[in-house]
């Protein structure tokens, strides 16, 4: 599969965000740089520039407006995103993109 997808829990507080930041109307840009050392960084923000080069990936994952450039899509392809609890109370955002060296898929990953 190649779509950029969020989960329904990503996604609800995504819209949260929106809404409390008057973004509700622009897409959530989603990117990702290769480091020099082969590690991938992330980044995501509410886009208010829009597809300046015409060449932007653009898809929709439980009510959210997604957008990617085409410089990050080969490397964002299959990725989703979800919001968990790495630690008690303390929650994030993480990228689950199988195109990352440090992603170790779960077993409901596989089945």
């Known amino acids: 599969m190649d779509d950029v997808s969020i989960s329904e829990a990503a996604a609800e507080i995504i819209k949260k965000s929106a809404l409390e930041s008057q973004t509700d109307n622009l897409p959530l840009r989603i990117a990702v740089t290769k480091r020099q050392d082969g590690s991938f960084h992330y980044g995501m923000g509410f886009d208010d520039v829009g597809n300046a080069d015409g060449e932007d990936k653009t898809f929709h994952s439980n009510g959210v407006d997604i957008v990617v450039s085409a ?37 409901s990953d596989n089945d």
């Open 71 to 107: 410089s990050s899509f080969d490397l964002l392809k299959g990725t989703v995103i979800d919001y968990i609890e790495l630690e008690a109370k303390q929650f994030h955002f993480v990228f689950l993109n199988p195109n990352d060296p440090n992603y170790k898929p779960s077993q």
